[in-house]
């Protein structure tokens, strides 16, 4: 009886194992063919992909150096930037002397007009 048991409950794992294998044979066809199937569309991808790679290293080159471009720009036109600075600021005091100056004369003239009437009064009366 339980020798008998066991036996039939052997048989059974047994049949129920080789019914997995058979399944899991199937279900590996199955992918082996969608595996072809999809190979020369993943390889495309791939070399979509490497070609996208290529190109933007190209691009960070490309950026890298137009930003050293820009940079050497920038420092050769901090120069001529400060110089006109400089220009300007001087163009400033010049333009403020040239006003106290034209201030002082105006000042002169007017003390000098002063003085005139001052002297012609002064010397009618004598004449």
């Given at each position: 009886?339980?020798?008998?048991?066991d036996l039939?409950?052997?048989?059974?794992?047994?049949?129920?194992?080789?019914?997995?294998?058979?399944?899991?044979?199937?279900?590996?066809?199955?992918?082996?063919?969608?595996?072809?199937?999809?190979?020369?569309?993943?390889?495309?991808?791939?070399?979509?992909?490497?070609?996208?790679?290529?190109?933007?290293?190209?691009?960070?080159?490309?950026?890298?150096?137009?930003?050293?471009?820009?940079?050497?720009?920038?420092?050769?036109?901090?120069?001529?930037?400060?110089?006109?600075?400089?220009?300007?600021?001087?163009?400033?005091?010049?333009?403020?002397?040239?006003?106290?100056?034209?201030?002082?004369?105006?000042?002169?003239?007017?003390?000098?007009?002063?003085?005139?009437?001052?002297?012609?009064?002064?010397?009618?009366?004598?004449?």
């Amino acid at each position: 009886g339980e020798l008998k048991r066991d036996l039939d409950q052997t048989r059974a794992s047994l049949e129920q194992t080789r019914h997995h294998l058979e399944a899991d044979r199937k279900q590996l066809l199955e992918w082996e063919a969608e595996l072809t199937r999809i190979e020369p569309a993943l390889a495309e991808q791939r070399s979509i992909a490497d070609e996208a790679a290529r190109a933007l290293s190209e691009a960070d080159r490309a950026v890298e150096q137009w930003s050293q471009t820009w940079d050497s720009f920038n420092e050769g036109a901090q120069g001529p930037s400060k110089t006109a600075e400089v220009q300007q600021s001087r163009i400033a005091y010049l333009e403020q002397v040239l006003r106290k100056l034209q201030e002082r004369r105006h000042q002169l003239q007017t003390e000098q007009a002063s003085l005139d009437e001052t002297a012609e009064a002064n010397a009618l009366p004598y004449a």
